[in-house]
C-alpha cells in the first residue's frame, strides 16, 4: 500500500498506510495527550484525550485510533479540542482517585483542569481489595483505562482472570462472581500490575513498604512460615 | 446499514408497489410514509403513519386532536430522548428530513412529546438526565462521566438547587459530550438540555424555580 500524505497542525507529514494520526503526530514531534493509550496493549479510544479536529469531519476523532487518510488536515490544538480535554479532566478528577497518577496531575494543570470543579459528585470509591500476597486493588483509583483486562487477555496473558462488571458511570473491574484472587485463573503474573497508571494495581511489596512496614516483616507475612503439607488424593 | 425495524418495514413496500409509485407519498428528498409516535399533554396521543410532508401543527391539532381544554402549548420535544424542543412558533415546519435540517429540529425516532404550560420542564429534564446516565455503556470518559454528572446538575434544577457555574457546568459537560463521544448515544445525550438552554436561558440561573415558567 502507498505511503499516505496528510497536513499536522500545519506542518506535512508521509507515512505507511495504517498509521494511526498520534503515531503520525509524532514523526513531526508533536505530542497528543493520552490516558488510556499504551504501546503494548490493544489501543479502545476510551478516555478521548486524545481527540484531534480533522478538517470535514463532525466529532473530533481519537488520534490513537484514528487512521490517516490522503490530504487530512488535522490539527491537534484549538477551542473544541482544548474544552474537551479539560472537561474531561475535570469529570475524572471529580470521580477518581488521581493522587498517585503523575502523568494525569500534568495534564490537569497543562490544560489548567479545575480539579474541584464538580460539587456534590458521586465518586468511584471502593474498599480496597487484599486478598493475596502478591498485589492489592484499589479500585478508587481505577480510570477504567482497561489496559489491566486487556493484558491479562488477548494482549499478553490469555488467562481471564479479570473483566468489567456494571455499566455507565458505575462500571467496575473485578472478578467473576467477585471470588477472591487465588480462587481465579490468575497466575500472579504481574502483568496488569506493570500497565495500571493510577496504582489502584500495586504490588503487595511496594504497598507495604509505603506504609513503613519493614522488608523482613513483608517476608514474614507475604512467604508465610509453615511447611506446606502434601495432600492425599 | 439498516438498523432499524421501521427502515425495514418500508422495502417491502418498495419491492411490491415499485419506487415510482412509493414516491407519490412524501417529499422529493424524504419519499413514502412515516411513524410518528405522538405522545404527552395531547388530545389523543398514538402512533401515527402519515407521508412526509405534512406540518407538525397538521399532525398535532389536526390529527392527534390538539391542547387539552383551556391548556396552552409550551414546547414539543421533536426526535425523542436525545431531541430538542420546538415552541408554538415552530408549528408550521414541515415534517420531514430536509425540512426539520434546515429548521435546526431532530426528526430523530419520529417521537413527538408534547408539553403545555403546566408541564415543569425542569422534571422532564431530570427524567431524561437519569435515562441517559443508566444507558451509557460506560466504554468512553465523555459519556460515562459526562452522562452522571450531567443527571446531578439536572437534579439540582429540576429541585431549583442550582449552584452559580452550573450553566458553564452543563454547557461544557454538553459540548465534551457532542464532540468526543466514542458513540451517538453521547454524542446526542445533552441535547435536550442545550436546546432549553438556548430556549429558557433564564431556567438556569442559580436559586430558579427549576420549572422553566419563563
Known amino acids: 500500500m502507498p505511503d499516505i500524505t496528510l497536513t499536522i497542525d500545519g506542518a506535512s507529514v508521509t507515512v505507511p498506510a495504517g498509521t494511526t494520526i498520534l503515531k503520525a503526530a509524532e514523526k513531526l514531534g508533536r505530542t497528543v495527550p493520552t490516558i488510556c493509550y499504551h504501546d503494548h496493549c490493544t489501543a479502545n479510544g476510551l478516555c478521548r484525550i486524545c481527540v484531534v479536529e480533522v478538517e470535514?469531519?463532525?466529532?473530533?476523532l481519537p488520534a490513537c485510533l484514528s487512521r490517516v487518510g490522503e490530504g487530512m488536515k488535522v490539527s491537534?490544538?484549538?477551542?473544541?479540542?482544548?474544552?474537551?480535554?479539560?472537561?474531561?479532566?475535570?469529570?475524572?478528577?471529580?470521580?477518581?482517585d488521581l493522587s498517585e497518577a503523575p502523568e494525569i496531575q500534568n495534564f490537569l494543570d497543562q490544560y489548567h483542569a479545575d480539579r474541584m470543579r464538580f460539587p456534590d459528585a458521586d465518586r468511584r470509591d471502593a474498599p480496597v481489595l487484599d486478598?493475596?500476597?502478591?498485589?492489592?486493588?484499589?479500585?478508587?483509583?481505577?480510570?477504567l483505562c482497561w489496559r489491566c483486562v486487556q493484558v491479562c487477555a488477548n494482549?499478553?496473558?490469555?488467562t481471564y482472570a479479570i473483566n468489567f462488571k456494571g455499566r455507565g458511570f458505575d462500571t467496575s473491574i473485578g472478578t467473576f462472581f467477585d471470588?477472591?484472587?487465588p480462587e481465579t485463573t490468575c497466575v500472579?503474573?504481574?502483568?496488569?500490575?506493570?500497565?495500571?497508571p493510577t496504582g489502584a494495581l500495586k504490588s503487595k511489596r511496594e504497598a507495604l513498604l509505603e506504609q513503613g512496614v519493614s522488608l523482613q516483616e513483608i517476608l514474614q507475612a507475604t512467604k508465610g512460615g509453615k511447611k506446606r503439607r502434601r495432600k492425599t488424593p | 446499514m439498516i438498523n432499524n425495524v421501521e427502515t425495514f418495514c418500508n422495502v417491502p413496500l418498495i419491492i411490491e408497489r415499485g419506487a415510482a409509485d412509493y414516491r407519490k407519498l412524501g417529499?422529493?428528498?424524504?419519499?413514502?410514509?412515516?411513524?410518528?409516535?405522538?405522545?404527552g399533554q395531547i388530545e389523543r396521543p398514538g402512533l401515527y403513519e402519515v407521508p412526509f410532508g405534512i406540518s407538525l401543527r397538521h399532525l398535532l391539532f389536526d390529527l392527534a386532536g390538539g391542547m387539552k381544554p383551556n391548556r396552552r402549548l409550551r414546547a414539543v420535544l421533536m426526535g425523542g430522548a436525545a431531541g430538542a424542543f420546538a415552541l408554538e412558533k415552530d408549528l408550521d415546519v414541515i415534517l420531514s428530513f430536509e425540512s426539520l435540517s434546515a429548521a435546526g429540529l431532530p426528526l430523530g425516532s419520529g417521537a413527538v412529546m408534547v408539553f403545555d404550560e403546566t408541564a415543569d420542564i425542569g422534571q422532564v429534564l431530570k427524567r431524561l438526565g437519569h435515562f441517559f446516565a443508566d444507558e451509557s455503556c460506560g466504554k468512553c470518559y465523555p459519556c460515562q462521566l459526562g452522562t452522571r454528572r450531567q443527571h446531578e446538575i439536572l437534579d439540582r434544577s429540576a429541585a431549583g438547587k442550582l449552584l452559580a457555574g452550573d450553566r458553564q457546568r452543563l454547557s461544557d459537560i454538553g459540548a465534551t459530550m457532542v464532540d468526543a463521544s466514542l458513540c451517538g448515544l453521547g454524542q446526542t445525550a445533552p441535547m435536550a438540555v442545550l436546546s432549553a438552554m438556548k430556549l429558557w436561558p433564564k431556567m438556569f440561573n442559580p436559586q430558579h424555580s427549576g420549572r422553566g415558567d419563563s
Open chain 2, 27 to 39: 417529499t422529493e428528498r424524504s419519499p413514502g410514509p412515516k411513524l410518528f409516535c405522538v405522545s
Open chain 1, 131 to 143: 486478598d493475596n500476597p502478591m498485589y492489592i486493588r484499589d479500585y478508587a483509583k481505577c480510570i
Open chain 1, 56 to 60: 470535514g469531519v463532525k466529532p473530533l
Open chain 1, 179 to 181: 471470588k477472591p484472587m
Open chain 1, 155 to 158: 494482549d499478553a496473558q490469555f
Open chain 1, 188 to 196: 500472579f503474573c504481574g502483568q496488569c500490575v506493570g500497565v495500571c
Open chain 1, 76 to 96: 491537534t490544538a484549538g477551542t473544541r479540542v482544548e474544552l474537551s480535554r479539560r472537561t474531561i479532566l475535570e469529570m475524572l478528577a471529580s470521580a477518581v
